[in-house]
Each structure stands twice: as C-alpha cells, then as structure tokens.
C-alpha cells in the first residue's frame, strides 16, 4: 500500500515539474479593471469577467497602469487626445487636461514605459479600458469637443505598434482573448 502512495506521490510531483515547466502566456490588463484604484479620480473601473482571469493557472496577468508608469499622480485631472494615440507617438498630436494643460509628455512617457514591460514579461496581449486617452482601443474622446474619435489611446497604439493584440474590456472574452494568445 505504502509503495502505492509513494508512486502516486511520485506522479504528483512529475506533473507538476511538467505544468511549471509549460511555457505561461503572459497578458498585461489596465489595472483599473481588476479593481486596482488607479483611475484619474481615484477610483477603478473594476470588471468581474476581466478579473476572472487572475483565477487561470495556465495565465500570467500582469496589472498596469501607464498614466502611473508615466509619473502622474492619482487623483489626476483627466484628459483628451488632440489626435490618434499613434499621432501623438510621432510628435503629432498632444494630450491636454480638462484644465488646459499639456501632458503629453507624461503619456508618452507612461507608453514607453508600459511597452518596456511588455517585452520584460513577453506579453502576447492585453485587455485595455474602453475610451482611456491612454488604453482604449479603436474610441477615445477628442480634447476641446469630447466627441469620441476612431482612435486609439496612447498606450494601445504603441502595443498595437509592437504586435501585441490587444482588446477594450467591452471587447473581452475570454475566448477572443485565446484566439489572440494562439496567434
Ligand atoms: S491609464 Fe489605463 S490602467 Fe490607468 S486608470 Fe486609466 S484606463 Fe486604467
């Protein structure tokens, strides 16, 4: 009976030398949808189905927030694009506060940051807050107006820039997200 349990004992521990040693696909998440208070008025936009992820043994979430990695406060003034996030990459168009003020610097920064991390953890995806002047995908307000534009923010350009699929959490589910991860 003992070398019974000893053999299965023994099984465990291969499958799990086996499951530790199975390559984990990485995706980056705005850290506002898992709950994370990271918003401009320092709240989040906490959704349940994102933060489902965390739970997945076979994924490696990685929560970020590039407005923080960009050196802005929380609470911040919020702000709008003049021009599609990969406009503003080129020195083309600029990120102006509600008050008038121009960080654009900070966001570009905060993208340049954020791709850092992406490579650092090999990420293959990520899921962005929808209408973000820094990750929303395909819909962003334009500064002065606020009339949502076809763009993206600055933050999903720039992932976009690198390969990385990326998708707005109104987007999400879970099997669009393993049809990117398998691309
Ligand atoms: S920059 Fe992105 S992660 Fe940070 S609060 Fe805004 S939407 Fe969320």
Redesign the pocket.
């Known amino acids: 009976m003992s070398s019974v349990v000893s053999r299965l004992e023994h099984l465990i521990r291969l499958a799990r030398e086996i499951w530790l040693l199975m390559p984990r696909r990485v995706v980056l998440v ?4 898992l709950g994370l208070n ?3 008025d320092g709240g989040n ?1 906490y959704r349940e189905r994102v933060a489902k992820l965390l739970e997945r043994e076979d994924l490696v979430v990685i929560p ?5 990695l960009g050196g802005l406060p929380t609470p911040r003034e919020p702000a709008d694009l003049t021009a599609d996030g990969g406009e503003v990459l080129g020195g083309k168009g600029r990120v102006i506060t509600w008050g008038g003020r121009d960080v654009t610097h900070s966001f570009v920064r905060g993208a340049e940051e954020s791709l850092k991390l992406a490579r650092m953890v090999g990420a293959r995806a990520a899921v ?2 929808a209408r ?1 002047p ?2 929303g995908v395909g819909g962003v307000y334009r500064a002065g107006d606020r009339r949502l534009m076809p763009w993206n923010g600055v ?1 999903a350009a720039i992932l976009i820039r690198e390969g990385i699929r990326v998708m707005s959490d109104e987007e999400f589910s879970e099997d669009a997200l393993e049809r990117a991860l398998g691309l």
């Open positions: 705005s850290a506002c949808l990271t918003k401009y936009n970020f927030c590039p407005e923080q962005l807050k973000s820094s990750c933050t």
